[in-house]
């Protein structure tokens, strides 16, 4: 018998961090879409979480450039001097605060961020709070790094947004971290300065709760949103705060992999440690273009951005012209997130019971050959994801199933 026969046999035994994490259902979501559009069904796709748009032609222009000039060994561990330093003026500029060099970090993507934070400050128990709907990645994050999700819920009625009161009942002594997203993934749910003031209050009130603040889509708004961040509304909780960006929503560069945060030294320099034995430093490449990114004209960002609220606009309108469905217009990011309360307890033509909202994504999916993301995978039921960050002819066949699917079920 070989040895490989015997492994077989004996069967692989997966860590127990990782025991109740499986593959995230936006993927999955995306990957049966995908196989029926290889079987050659019309399916549209909208769950992607990126931009439609092209990274910049400065940016790509910069990435050729350090390319040609040899940028392409190891960097240092957490930033070259020329990104951290572009960061240090960004977050000046846009947001207010003072970071130095050594209180900057950044990673491959805003994703190891999160992770570097957490494995580097949860021992096993320590809670994060979590409030919902959440991208889905958070809590799995934080589990495998040996913490407990504390996962509040805060629906439509509260504009998806934690209040004070549910901060306060929530924090306990084992509280390690609140993380709070602005605007969200996936609501599009934005606290503008006065939606964070109480919250802040709440953490002066508790010293040894830290926060963690991902801003990712500050430059996604709509309607002259005032975006703001929690330590340039309260400075005297910066020694508690890790301020998480980067260039991959408002630069369209999710493929570039660049992340960055902003937070107290000792605390960067715990997460360099992490780093340091998980991938060391990021591309060097996308650290150039990145800097471009940041140092780089600005103005197409508005453009964007109105190009978004205007695909907003026909989601939420046409959306909340169905039966059954009810959308509130999100302040940011490019998703609305839809209740479909109304449409559970009927029947679809087959005669299947929608008894919950994965059951209606399922229905779209497989009738209307719409692909969407249920609530449930973002922690909030009974909902539904649209990214709209795709064309305006998509989203309006998109919303033409949508509504002939809802007209379909029956009582």
Request: proline share 5%.
């Amino acid at each position: 018998m070989t040895i490989s026969t015997k492994i077989e046999e004996a069967g692989f035994k997966p860590a127990s961090r990782i025991a109740s994490i499986g593959v995230s259902k936006i993927l999955q979501v995306g990957a049966r879409a995908a196989a029926m559009k290889r079987d050659g069904l019309p399916v549209i796709v909208l769950g992607a979480g990126e931009p439609d748009f092209d990274t910049p032609e400065n940016v790509k222009e910069a990435a050729k450039a350090a390319i040609d000039a040899g940028e392409t060994k190891y960097t240092a561990l957490d930033g070259t001097p020329a990104l951290k330093k572009a960061i240090v003026e960004k977050f000046r500029r846009e947001n207010g605060i003072d970071y130095d060099i050594d209180e900057v970090t950044v990673a491959t993507g805003a994703k190891q961020i999160l992770f570097n934070a957490f494995m580097a400050t949860l021992d096993p128990g320590d809670e994060v709070i979590i409030p919902t709907p959440y991208w889905t990645s958070y809590s799995d994050i934080v589990e495998i790094c040996g913490g407990v999700s504390v996962l509040i819920p805060c629906d439509a009625k509260a504009n998806f947004r934690l209040q004070a009161e549910q901060l306060e009942t929530a924090i306990t002594s084992k509280t390690r971290w609140i993380l709070l997203n602005s605007p969200s993934n996936p609501s599009g749910a934005a606290y503008s300065a006065e939606d964070y003031r109480p919250l802040l209050d709440v953490l002066i009130r508790h010293p040894h709760v830290w926060l963690m603040v991902d801003d990712m889509y500050e430059h996604i708004v709509y309607d002259d949103f005032a975006v703001a961040t929690p330590v340039a509304i309260e400075p005297r909780l910066k020694n508690r705060t890790l301020t998480i960006n980067g260039v991959s929503k408002a630069y369209a560069m999710t493929g570039w992999r660049i992340g960055y945060a902003g937070g107290p030294k000792a605390l960067i320099k715990a997460m360099a440690v992490i780093q340091s034995q998980a991938t060391s430093c990021p591309c060097s490449v996308s650290q150039a273009a990145a800097v471009e990114a940041l140092n780089g004209p600005q103005k197409f960002l508005k453009e964007r951005q109105e190009s978004f609220r205007r695909r907003r606009d026909l989601v939420v309108e046409r959306l909340n012209d169905i039966d059954g469905l009810d959308c509130r217009t999100p302040e940011g990011a490019f998703y609305t997130f839809s209740s479909c309360a109304g449409v559970l307890g009927k029947l679809t033509p087959k005669g299947r019971k929608i008894e919950a909202d994965h059951d209606f994504t399922d229905y779209l999916l497989e009738e209307a050959h719409v692909a969407v993301v249920p609530g449930s995978a973002f922690g909030l039921s009974p909902y539904f994801r649209i990214s709209y960050a795709t064309s305006q002819a998509e989203l309006m066949e998109a919303l033409n199933r949508i509504k002939h699917a809802c007209s379909a079920l029956r009582n």
